[in-house]
């Protein structure tokens, strides 16, 4: 490999210092906004149906069908966010704004428009049908751009626990924040009438959109470099000069290319092993999310409002353990901090059966205050894990970068959240299905004594064993701090045009187990962005 100018040394330097340096607490607010503005995302999820239903006169299965093909909408729509903000440095807008921010031009504001027709009444039903898909379209150019800000932001393991904790703590008030503000709103405009849920939607809209645009100005990226000049690695060019090789992609192949992009990740073993403890985490937590009403009135037969106090109390209490594991995560390491969230977790779903068992021989108060406890516990828990999860994430496009020579957090970020999708679909399907196979009654005020059963084994069991296969992934990764510390060394040496023939047998060792290929065919001597490299 022949060794870089002068120029691109020192550009390559000035990035590293970049991201090595400590961030200031605007930046980390900044990134914050992303989670404050989910207001506007909780609007929609929890109120979207039934606002259509009862106040705009749509059906029940149009609704449905609208609200499903909105979130494939946002699924499918998501790699081509991803790979279109990577390579955004290759124009002037993305050189002007940074290649993030350039998405968040676009999407922002576009955004509230589509989210806020939602709300207006008495248009088409065509037209309720494009703001929905138009907004979950922009809505994951978003989300694409929050996901992979901790990699873009900073290499440094403590400030990425900082984001990734202070995002989790923002998303905390946020929930806490509407929840109270709801019941408040509904006092003094009602809750029968369209005009109260247009108020709260403007309002949300309104609030939402000026936290995103606060982010947009506070939020930090990558400088232009060979490294983030992603499009430079695109069918026709030389990955290791940072040239475009003067070659236009038309759009079939530009087409392949996306899907490649997508697909050629899971090359990466690393990624395939954080995949484990990623799908892991938001499977259990939506088994638990989905069935925990249904457990709560039918199992422990306590009344609707247990769930929204529980709720409110688990979410103020989150805010404090997110405080614990920021600085325990960035001590002891992503897969330590998931085991030491999950196995908490398994004993307080152990717990949670026992109660389930025995609910009938307890007083009502006593089941209550038992359940609301177990929960603080169990919220800890998962605090800890979807924390230790976010954690490790952000190490991942460090291995990509190894193999690629490009930073592609947006690659990763779509990916993300196109799996989380696919996956929290198709498990919902699954467990309503369960449901109904064991005589699940709907509109009842009790259940069959053999569904009340089967909410509480699906409830406890399921959520453990998959826990149990998170934690067992745990081992398999490699990336702890001390491990990173070497690998970025060994970026920052390539960066600075070192040889790789140079590479120390540490180095090569870890870098093949990280990436699961052989060392030569690294730092751009493969084909994981261009299906046509031949090496």
């Known amino acids: 490999m022949s060794r870089p100018n ?39 999820v929890t109120w979207q149906m039934f606002y259509f239903t009862t106040f705009l006169g749509v059906s029940m299965a149009v609704t ?128 029968d009438n369209w005009e109260s849920y247009f108020n709260m939607a403007l309002l949300y809209g309104l609030l939402g959109t000026a936290v995103l645009m606060l982010g947009f100005l506070s939020i930090q990226e990558r400088p232009f470099s060979e490294s983030t000049n992603v499009s430079a690695a695109d069918a026709g060019a030389d990955a290791t000069s940072g040239e475009a090789g003067g070659v236009h992609i038309g759009f079939g192949r530009r087409l392949v290319s996306v899907v490649w992009n997508f697909l050629s990740v899971l090359k990466v073993k690393e990624f395939r092993n954080y995949l484990g403890l990623y799908l892991s985490e938001e499977m259990f937590r939506t088994v638990r999310g989905t069935l925990n009403t249904y457990f709560v009135i039918f199992v422990l037969l306590l009344d609707p409002q247990t769930v929204s106090l529980a709720t ?48 009938s021989h307890i007083p009502t108060g006593t089941r209550a205050v038992l359940y609301i406890g177990l929960g603080l516990f169990m919220n800890f828990g998962i605090t800890g894990v979807v924390n230790a999860t976010q954690y490790t994430y952000t190490f991942i ?26 996956f929290s679909s198709a498990e919902t399907i699954v467990i309503g299905l369960v449901l109904e196979a064991t005589g699940f009654v709907e509109g009842a005020q009790s259940q069959p004594p053999q569904t009340v059963f089967a909410l509480a084994c699906l409830f406890s069991f399921v959520p453990i064993a998959i826990c149990i296969v998170g934690i067992a992934f745990t081992f398999r990764l490699r990336l702890n701090r001390e491990n990173h510390e070497l690998l970025l060394a060994e970026i920052d040496r390539l960066r600075s045009g070192g040889a790789m023939e140079d590479v120390t047998p540490e180095t090569r060792t870890l870098v093949e187990s990280l990436t699961g290929m052989p060392y030569e065919h690294c730092w751009g001597h493969n084909n994981v962005i261009d299906v046509s490299h031949k090496g």
Not at 81 to 94: H, P, V
């Open 6 to 44: 002068g120029n691109r040394i020192k550009r390559a330097n000035v990035a590293s210092e970049t991201v090595d340096a400590a961030l200031p607490w605007k930046a980390k607010l900044g990134y914050a906004t992303f989670s404050l503005s989910y207001v506007m995302q909780t609007m929609i």
């Open 64 to 191: 449905a069908v609208l609200i499903a093909i909105g979130k494939i909408v946002a699924s499918v729509i998501g790699p081509v966010w991803g790979y279109i903000s990577d390579r955004m440095y290759r124009n002037a807008l993305g050189r002007r704004f940074g290649r993030r921010r350039s998405i968040l031009i676009f999407a922002i504001p576009a955004n509230f428009v589509f989210y806020l027709l939602l709300w207006i009444p008495n248009l088409p039903l065509v037209v309720y049908f494009a703001a929905n898909l138009l907004y979950w379209a922009f809505f994951a150019g978003i989300t694409t751009v929050q996901y992979g800000l901790p990699s873009e932001m900073t290499e440094n393991p403590t400030q990425r626990a900082q984001l990734v904790g202070v995002n989790q703590i923002a998303g905390a008030i946020g929930g806490t924040f509407l929840s109270v503000l709801n019941v408040y709103l509904f006092t003094i405009w009602g809750k």
């Open 312 to 359: 409110g109390v688990n979410l103020l209490f989150g805010i404090a353990c997110v405080g614990f594991f920021m600085w325990i995560t960035a001590k002891i390491g992503g897969p330590r901090a998931y085991r030491l969230g999950g196995v908490e977790v398994i004993f307080v779903f152990l717990a949670m059966f026992v109660l389930a068992m025995t609910a």
């Open 397 to 422: 496009p460090d291995v990509d970068e190894i193999i690629t020579s490009k930073r592609r957090e947006g690659q990763y970020a779509a990916i993300n959240s196109t799996i989380d999708d696919i």
